[in-house]
Structure formats: C-alpha cells, structure tokens
Nanobody
Framework: QVQLVESGGASVQAGGSLRLSCVAS????????MFWYRQTPGEGRQFVSSITHDGSAGYADSVKGRFTISRDNANNTVYLQMNSLKPDDTAMYYC???????????????WGQGTQVTVSS
C-alpha cells in the first residue's frame, strides 16, 4: 500500500511563505504523477499543482507565480514551496500519488492525511 505523509503546514501571516513536504512510501509501486490538492470546510478538494517523474509541473491559476512544486525522486518526496501567501490559501493541503503496479491495470490514486495551512490577514 502507498503511504503518503504530509508536513510543513502552519499558521502564517499574509505575505509569508511555507514549504510543504510529502514523503511517499512506494515500494514496488511506480508513482510517476504526484499532486497537491487543497480543501476548505464544506468544499471539495481543489487541484493546486502537479508534477511528473521527470519534473514537468502544472499549477492552478490561483497559485501560478507564487507556488512551486518539486520532487526528490531518490527520497520519494514532493515539495510545495508557497510564497506570497494569501488568506484565500487557507486550507487543508493534501498530497496525492497516481501509481501503477505490476498486480493491477491502470493508475490508482492514493492520498495522504493532509496538513493544515492557515494564513491570517
């Protein structure tokens, strides 16, 4: 089973920065696609950013130019550097891995437990 553990969430003031980490235990899996999502109470999870194994990244319009995703394949870790934080960035942030394995067909998604980011004005 893929296990994802997020960390780095905290309470910060607007304009501040945070760096989220997601450590993946993915023995015997191939997780080429990694994502960050966020969710506020009463809302569905929203896409924030994605990255492929070779480092190709994508971002939601709301975070472009402020957030940067990266990954360390050797240590199975994905990062989200968040700069110029706004109160609207307040949410629980989740890491997701889309993985293949020899014993099933196609991609399966795995989620972490989330890390809370709170930005005050």
């Amino acid at each position: 089973q893929v296990q994802l553990v997020e960390s780095g969430g905290a309470s910060v003031q607007a304009g501040g920065s945070l760096r989220l980490s997601c450590v993946a235990s993915i023995s015997r899996y191939q997780c080429n696609f990694m994502f960050w999502y966020r969710q506020t109470p009463g809302e569905g999870r929203q896409f924030v950013s994605s990255i492929t194994h070779d480092g190709s990244a994508g971002y939601a319009d709301s975070v472009k130019g402020r957030f940067t995703i990266s990954r360390d394949n050797a240590n199975n870790t994905v990062y989200l550097q968040m700069n110029s934080l706004k109160p609207d960035d307040t949410a629980m942030y989740y890491c997701k891995a889309s993985c293949t394995a020899d014993w099933y067909v196609g991609l399966r998604d795995y989620w972490g437990q989330g890390t809370q980011v709170t930005v005050s004005s």
